[in-house]
């Protein structure tokens, strides 16, 4: 007898029940082997969600209910402060060309053509196609400022799609720009979308930080990354008690001060051989010194953004203490850069004059041109530096990048390469012996190391960011020419913010802070993003005492509002339970024998408890629990 055609008598509201026996959720009782972290398993596991390519996947009813309440969440908090567009995701080459990203996007855009042969992609994102609406529409300053957002699917090429749904080729974005009339206005609108974020993620349930983060080779002043400490996160964040807390792309550190060797002989750079001696393990080892008394070199070339192809390539050189690591996010930036490869063999011939393992700060070619070239022996890496050289374009030169991280400013008596095979130098002091480029912090802090604001140690702990807000300042308006006429009858360009948050993230986030409760056995969402508030398992659906008294509660629940699941299927109690951990809803009914007793079981898994409470009582203490949940999730100032 099909479970529908129970309880006669409040068919109106029954027919419209969630019954687990109609629905299709395909739990399973394993994962596929290529599922690592947590989330992963789970989702696929728990029936939200089907992989059907790399990084592309099918939301099933579970799934889907789930991101369309954190989607309603967003909306609802936006929409206090800004309006809601639907842009297209398929784009015309031309808007972003205007902008100089259709090159700069690289192989992470997807990219077609049309039945006429004209370009499209499909969009990354879409500051161009909100700036090419501004542009053409927005004329004073009267009619600033502006957030326009949408909720809309997005597709990025990723070169490693992987752990399911934390980083996939298309994903639903909730993305937002705004336009101001100043920088104070930019910083206004900032604000409130810091705001707006904070107020999304606690509603979700989330246990967030938001971090100061990288605001690229582009320029822009301000951006942070709102993140949840996760080991499934492909970020690290440095943090520590004084509240700092920095993506490791932006984290800066002070540095315990080191002791500086004596100097030898009398104080200059001298050379001392050291056979074979290419690393940093074996040069500390043959000194005797620790390796913060050692400069080591890292050279890259680094290929600028489309804007400057004249000499598209950059023989970047680093030198950084022995016990250090390049940052290349915070090189890029610093050397306006939007790619940086490891230079080979011949270029750190030819732009450092020395051998891997002895490169030397000291005796660096400042200046390359046409004539540093004769006589050098050809390469395809020397073919592309030729390249630049260019008959059409005489005298061109390439200057080298000599960039020195500040933790070997004012040292002393370092060893460094001598430029020269099997030689080292010692005496080697900065600023005396070599002037680099620039000076700047281009290292990767590490654990324990003193926090900028007071110097308490930081810690480093793996996060996953599920959104980011950008002062974008005039890039975007600047390049495409987005322009009002201010008070005085003036035309100036707009500035601009950006602000991501991504929809899947948030779920896969919640699931993981979850997991790692569960010993990543199972999950329980907060209330307000779990696809059903609550599950009622009739635990033996032969027993029409049981079936009926599921139905009542399972009928007085929704009308009270709630979202309810009713597991009627005609499965072992055993299975049932099971089957309702899996999907992460965070709270059950179990109906069994206990209603002989006037008694059911209420099981809250965000708690961990469980208790019998009185037949005649559920219904209200379980509305009660459940309204509190979703209003506590509420910061102060909405409740
Ligand atoms: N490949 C992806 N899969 C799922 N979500 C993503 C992906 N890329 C970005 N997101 C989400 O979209 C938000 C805004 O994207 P953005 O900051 O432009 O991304 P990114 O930092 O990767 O360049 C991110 O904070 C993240 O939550
Ligand atoms: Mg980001």
Redesign the pocket.
Known sequence: MPARHTGAGRKALSLSMHRWSTLFIPTLREAPADAEVASHKLLLRAGYIRQLGAGIYSYLFLGNRSMNKIVAIIREEMDRIGQEFLLPALNPREVWEASGRWTVMGDNMFRLKDRKGAELCLAM?HEEVMTDIARKELRSYKQLPQIWYQIQTKF?D?PRPKSGL???RQ?I?KDAYSFDIDEAGLDASYAKHHNAYVRIFERCGLNFVAVEADSGAMGGSGSQEFMVYTDAGEDLIASSASGYAANLEKATSRLTPVEDLAPTGDGQPELVSTPGMGSIADVTAFFGIHASQDIKCVAFMGTRTAAETDTPLLPIVTFLRGDHQVNETKLMAIAGVSELRPMVAEELELHIGGPAGFLSPIGIPEVMTQGSLNGLKTGKALEQIKGIFREDVPNRVLKTIVAMDGGLEGRKNLVAGANKLDYHLRNVTPGRDFTPTLIADIRNVNEGEGCPIDGSPLRIGKAV????IFKLGYKYSKSMGATVLNREGKEVTLIMGSY???V??ILTAAIESSAAANEGSSYALHPAIAPFHIVITITNIKDAALVAEGEKIATALEAAGLDVLLDDRDERAGVKFKDADLVGIPYRINIGRGVAEGKVEFVDRLQNQSNDIALNEIAGHVTTRITSALRTSLPAAVK
């Open positions: 994102t990025r990723e934390l980083r996939v994903f974005m960011e599920i959104g980011h991501g948050i991504g899947e993230r």
